[in-house]
């Protein structure tokens, strides 16, 4: 029944939106199967830049955010200066907007002599903004772990970074999935942030092909695509948080 109410409601917004008085124009602008066409093979193309910044900013972020939430998470004086780099390094590029990272990243450094690497650098700085997003949502996983498992693990003879490694950590970050789905859903869409400093990634790509034929369609073959990509995911995060609910209440039976 879910699934008739769904395509009745699909079927009038569509009706509605096809009989509207401006849609020729419209679909003129926008959908033109014509342009559609040709700028399909280039935007393709150019979308591998897009799933290849993403799969090495993914590891690269889930690498350094678990470094930086450690090191948040240590307890002592002697580890005040390490706590204070992560706070410090999480509300500078947390606070900043990612636009203005990657624009000093990827103009300002080699301006200074370093290589001018577009791609290289675009890479470096959605890793360094994410990285601060991610580390938040592992320190919220470990801080979830209840301090009894870390006080079982040192009463058995285990170190705090060994307590760390093997009996928090794990438990943490079986928690923390659907958030860190959630982060890299983000992660995908912002790749598209590079094309400001000269990476041709599919945004760019429909740019171009937009400026040699003033129709729109090309940009909305782009959206299409990253839609392609996040859709999935999504609908995985949906997923694992339901099957986390009916664990919760098997558990709590």
Do not use: C
């Not at 849609?23 to 799933?51: D, H, L, M, S, T």
């Not at 301006?111 to 580390?135: E, H, K, Q, T």
């Not at 970074?161 to 093997?166: E, F, G, K, M, P």
């Not at 995985?236 to 664990?247: G, H, P, Q």
């Amino acid at each position: 029944m879910s699934i008739v109410s769904t395509l009745i409601v699909i079927s009038v917004v569509g009706f509605v939106v096809v009989n509207s008085p401006g849609w020729e124009r419209v679909q003129e602008a926008f959908f033109n199967p014509k342009y559609a066409a040709a700028a399909w093979p280039k935007i393709w193309a150019a979308f591998g830049r897009n799933v290849a910044l993403f799969l090495l900013a993914e590891v690269l972020v889930l690498a350094f955010g678990l470094l930086l939430a450690v090191m948040r998470s240590l307890k002592g004086p002697v580890f005040t200066p390490i706590r204070g780099f992560a706070i410090i390094y999480v509300d500078i590029f947390r606070g900043l907007p990612g636009i203005l990272v990657v624009y000093v990243l990827g103009l300002g450094l080699p301006a200074l002599g370093l290589p001018a690497n577009p791609f290289f650098w675009g890479l470096v700085a959605l890793v360094l903004i994410y990285s601060a997003y991610v580390s938040e949502v592992y320190r919220a996983g470990i801080e979830s772990v209840h301090p009894s498992q870390d006080a079982a693990a040192r009463s058995l003879g285990l170190s705090q970074s060994q307590s760390l490694r093997w009996v928090v950590v794990p438990q943490a970050v079986r928690r923390i999935v659907p958030p860190l789905l959630n982060d890299f859903i983000g992660l995908t869409k912002d790749t598209a942030l590079v094309s400001l400093i000269g990476v041709v990634e599919a945004f760019r790509r429909g740019q171009i092909e937009y400026a040699g034929s003033f129709n729109f369609t090309p940009i909305v073959v782009t959206g299409m695509l990253f839609l392609v990509l996040t859709i999935p995911m999504s609908r995985f995060v949906d997923w694992l948080v339901e099957r986390d609910r009916r664990r919760q209440m098997a558990t709590a039976r």
